[in-house]
């Protein structure tokens, strides 16, 4: 059964500060990766998604990157800012279709 | 357009009632999902619906649970029986074709069982 662990739980960080989320996974049989950001009592906002095929995606000031063979999946925030605060969610999609999430990390960004 | 839209947003039962949980998905989509998040866990796999049939119901934690979708859009999880460990916030996703597409989520319905 896949398993999925992001580290750390939680991080604080002050404004300006560039941070990496990491996020790994044991079955390296992944279809695609994807982070999620969610808002307290919110539902899921997808951010970035990286096919099994893919090294790396990039959206504004994110970029994730995908190393399969060491089951491992990084989210980088440049600059980060006080509306990053956030939890921080990555889900790998087996080719069964299931998703199976991590418990995500809690980001604070202090102003 | 309009997201995945879920009903209600909240829901309190009594233990032992039976609750149905409501998701309407974004027009057009084929593909429709259930998960049940714990707090401070991260969203759990019930089942994926393409089309009008169950494709995946490994999810499902026992017969209490099950999942309509008769028309192929909205979709329905009913539990019977309801009980305290139930309690958890559940969550609807969408996607236009299947499993290789990107998932959009709804707000989710906070199930309390008392």
């Known amino acids: 059964k896949q398993e999925v662990t992001q580290i750390p739980a939680a991080l604080s960080v002050p404004e300006g500060e560039n941070l990496v989320l990491n996020c790994s996974f044991t079955?390296?049989?992944?279809?695609?990766l994807q982070w999620f950001r969610q808002d307290p009592g919110k539902g899921l906002t997808s951010l970035l998604l990286?096919?099994?095929?893919?090294r790396e995606q990039t959206s504004g000031r994110l970029n994730a990157s995908l190393d399969k063979s060491s089951g491992r999946s990084t989210l980088y925030i440049a600059a980060s800012q006080p509306g990053d605060s956030a939890t921080y969610l990555c889900?790998?999609?087996?080719?069964?279709?299931?998703?199976?999430f991590g418990a995500g990390t809690r980001l604070t960004v202090k102003p | 357009g309009a997201g995945v839209s879920q009903t209600p947003s909240n829901k309190v039962t009594e233990k032992g009632k039976y609750v149905e949980l409501r998701c309407d998905p974004i027009?057009?989509?084929?593909?429709l999902y259930w998960y049940r998040q714990s707090l401070g866990q991260g969203p759990e796999f019930l089942i994926y619906?393409?089309?009008?049939?169950?494709?995946?119901d490994s999810g499902l934690p026992n017969d209490r649970f099950f999942a309509v979708r008769p028309e192929g859009s909205v979709s329905t999880l009913k539990i019977q029986r309801t009980e305290r460990g139930d309690s958890a916030v559940y969550l609807c996703?969408?996607?236009?074709?299947?499993?290789?597409?990107?998932?959009?989520f709804g707000p989710g319905t906070r199930l309390t069982v008392t």
């Open positions: 079955d390296s049989a992944i279809y695609n």
């Open positions: 889900a790998v999609k087996g080719n069964n279709n299931d998703m199976r």
């Open positions: 996703a969408s996607s236009l074709m299947g499993a290789q597409d990107e998932q959009y």
């Open positions: 619906f393409q089309g009008t049939g169950a494709a995946d």
């Open positions: 027009s057009g989509h084929t593909a």
């Open positions: 990286i096919q099994s095929s893919q």
